[in-house]
Structures are given as structure tokens and as C-alpha cells.
């Protein structure tokens, strides 16, 4: 997402006309306060996933330790951008373990934007060696579940882009194409259309099926050293090289608001982890990631309209749990109450018990009443 974010700052930056002198200051802040050691070591170290909503207020303070300013509808903008793109990349991917050779297309990305910083460059670089160090032999079941964590991240996030609409990447609803007329199979992945089943851990046997699609093999399994050109996936590399207009976001927008603020925890922590103070300079300036006032003003109303809709399915759905909770304790009142009252033929165990009981009490009463009643005839008792 630290990627993404400098491919977009970069681009609008040129967009807007700001000086190359002004411009390489704020990326260059940005990506140092990103890339510091410190955030560095405490960002790989074992860690719950955050919350969006703690996401975006960590990336605006990512952003304001730079000269620039954004604004709140500006800074909503950025995050979904960043949001949909990542999303975009991991659904995209061939397998797990292509989410490291994305990583390492992002910091090759911030590598080429900052390649004049020499002591940000040499921080990507750590960065790079912390990712091998820790991932470069992960299992891919472990990548996998990592993955599956990542997606519940971006689950529900569905805004329109306008550079994914334009390149056919993206329908009109927010939902992603993912694949064209040709499907490209993971490093050592056989195509689809055979099942074998395996006894005793050998093949016993196999059946086979027809697929629509066409599956051709990997281009290249990728190169994760530094300085390496060919990783293996276009994902993860810069978009925003080849325009200068404006990315427009739709149908939604204000990813980072949905589900609340962030926990007090992680403000903490997310505070923490930033090296850097916000900078108050008189001589910043305020950039707009939009084209003019009229496509602001849009994204703020259907950001609005969007985040009442998400704040009303969520009360509806919390009033329909709390009916149900309170119908499960009228019912539990209820149960009780008929068991206060002993309640005959409750269930079948209880039915089983009532007429155990009446039993052994009726048989108790009859030898009771014999004992008590006239004595039998002598000549009734036998001797054994």
C-alpha cells in the first residue's frame, strides 16, 4: 500500500505543476519516514492484522510528514485508491508466493521514483532483505493463509477506478476482471481437467473433465534479488506512469471510515511505529488528488451517500441481533418458567423419568398396602 501511495503522490505531484525541487521533498520525506529501520524492524515483527479504519489514519500521518497537506476528501481518495489496487493485485495473483514478488515490484517502483535518495534508497533495500530473510522460504500453505488474512482486509472494498474501467479491469458494479482469454498457471502448477485420487500415496486413479478456458504456462518464475529486472509479475509495478489526468474514484469511496475508528490499542502502536513527527512548515502547500472542485465535490456526496448506506445495513443487521437475543431469552425465560412447573412430557427424557417414577411409586404403594392389609391365608404361602 506504501507503493501504491508513492505511484499516486508521484503523479499527481507532476499533474499539478509542482516544482521537481518541491516534488522530490515530499516523496522523499514520505519514504523516509516509511522506510526508517526503526518502523522497519517493528513492522516485521509478529502482529494481528489492523483495521482499516487504523490503516488510513496511519498512511495521513504517513502523508503529513512531508511538507504537503491533504484534505480529508483528498486523503479519502488516496486510500482508496490504494485499497482497490492492492485488492486488485492479490486477487490477481498466480499463487500465494506471488506476494512477495508484488512487494518487491513496489519497492522497485520506489527504488526508480527515489533512485537520486541514496539513504532512502539504501532503507528500500533493507526492506528488501528483510522480506527474503522472512518470506523467501515460507511454506506456500503459510503464504496462503496470509493471503486469506489480507483478503478479509479488503473484503467488501468495491469503488470504482477510473484507469481500471478504462483498461477493462474493472466492471461497472466495482468487481474486478481478473482473467482474460488466457489464464497463466503458477511455477509448477498443472492445468485444470484432471482429478486423481490417491490411496496408500500412490495415484489409483484418475478422471478428467473439460475446462471452457486456456491455461498457458508461467512467463518466468521471477528473480527476488535486488536490482533484478524480470520478477516474474507485472503486478505491483507503477500504472500512473503513462498519465498525468486525474484517477477518479466512484460508486463509493471512504474505505478507510467504514467500521469506525481504530481501536485505542492500535493508535498506540500505530504512533509508535512512525519515526518521524509531523512537520509544521509555513512554506508547505496543500495538494488536491483531484482535477477540479466539481470531481471533489461528487466524490464527497457519493462518499456520503455510500458510508449512510454501510451505517444503515449495519444498524439493521444489529437490530435484527439484538431481536434475536432477546427472543433467545424470552425463550430461555419461558423453558425455565415450564420447568418451574414441572411441565409434564417436556421432552422424552423428561417423559421417561415421569413414568419411571410413577412406576417405582405405584409398585411402592402396592407392596405398602399389602403389608398393611389383611394377612394371607397360611395355605397360600409356600415353603422353598
Not at 62 to 89: C, G, P
Not at 103 to 108: A, F, Q, S
Not at 123 to 140: C, D
Request: net charge neutral; hydrophobic share 35%; proline share 3%.
Amino acid at each position: 500500500m506504501g507503493g501504491e501511495m508513492s505511484y499516486i503522490l508521484e503523479q499527481r505531484l507532476q499533474a499539478q505543476n509542482v516544482g521537481e525541487e518541491k516534488s522530490n521533498k515530499v516523496l522523499h520525506d514520505i519514504m523516509a519516514a516509511m522506510f526508517s529501520k526503526k518502523f522497519l524492524d517493528v513492522l516485521f515483527r509478529p502482529q494481528e492484522m489492523y483495521s482499516r479504519g487504523a490503516m488510513r489514519q496511519f498512511f495521513e500521518k504517513i502523508a503529513h510528514s512531508s511538507i504537503m497537506r491533504l484534505n480529508e476528501a483528498s486523503m479519502d481518495k488516496l486510500f482508496d485508491l490504494m485499497t482497490m489496487a492492492v485488492k486488485y493485485q492479490l486477487q490477481l495473483a498466480r499463487s500465494a508466493s506471488d506476494l512477495m514478488l508484488i512487494t518487491l515490484n513496489h519497492l522497485d517502483g520506489i527504488r526508480d521514483i527515489l533512485k537520486n535518495a541514496t539513504d532512502v534508497v539504501e532503507n528500500v533495500n533493507y526492506a528488501h532483505k528483510l522480506m527474503l530473510n522472512y518470506y523467501a522460504q515460507t511454506p506456500i500453505w503459510e503464504m496462503t493463509l496470509i493471503r486469506n488474512t489480507m483478503m478479509s482486509f479488503f473484503q467488501d472494498a468495491r469503488v470504482k477506478v477510473s484507469v481500471m474501467l478504462r483498461e477493462k479491469r474493472q466492471l461497472e458494479d466495482g468487481r474486478f476482471l481478473l482473467f482474460g482469454d488466457e489464464i497463466e498457471l503458477q511455477p509448477g502448477g498443472p492445468p485444470p481437467g484432471i482429478v486423481r485420487y490417491i490411496e496408500n500415496g500412490e495415484i489409483a486413479k484418475f478422471t478428467t473433465f473439460n475446462v471452457t478456458e486456456s491455461f498457458v504456462p508461467p512467463t518466468s518464475t521471477g528473480n527476488t534479488e535486488i536490482g533484478a529486472e524480470d520478477r516474474g509479475t507485472k503486478l505491483g509495478e507503477n500504472i500512473y506512469r503513462a498519465t498525468t489526468d486525474s484517477t477518479q474514484v466512484k460508486g463509493g469511496g471512504g474505505l478507510g471510515k467504514v467500521g469506525g475508528p481504530p481501536a485505542g490499542d492500535e493508535l498506540k502502536l500505530l504512533t509508535k511505529l512512525i519515526a518521524r513527527d509531523e512537520i509544521v512548515d509555513k512554506k508547505g502547500f496543500d495538494l488536491s488528488l483531484f482535477a477540479d472542485e466539481f470531481e471533489e465535490k461528487n466524490f464527497a456526496e457519493e462518499s456520503s451517500k455510500h458510508l449512510q448506506e454501510v451505517n444503515r445495513l449495519e444498524m439493521k443487521d444489529k437490530r435484527s441481533l439484538n431481536k434475536a437475543l432477546q427472543e433467545m431469552s424470552v425463550n430461555e425465560s419461558n423453558t425455565e418458567e415450564r420447568r418451574g412447573r414441572r411441565a409434564r412430557g417436556e421432552d422424552m427424557l423428561s417423559l421417561l423419568d415421569e413414568a419411571a417414577t410413577k412406576s417405582t411409586t405405584t409398585t411402592t404403594r402396592n407392596r405398602s398396602g399389602s403389608a398393611k392389609g389383611s394377612r394371607p391365608r397360611s395355605s397360600s404361602i409356600k415353603k422353598t
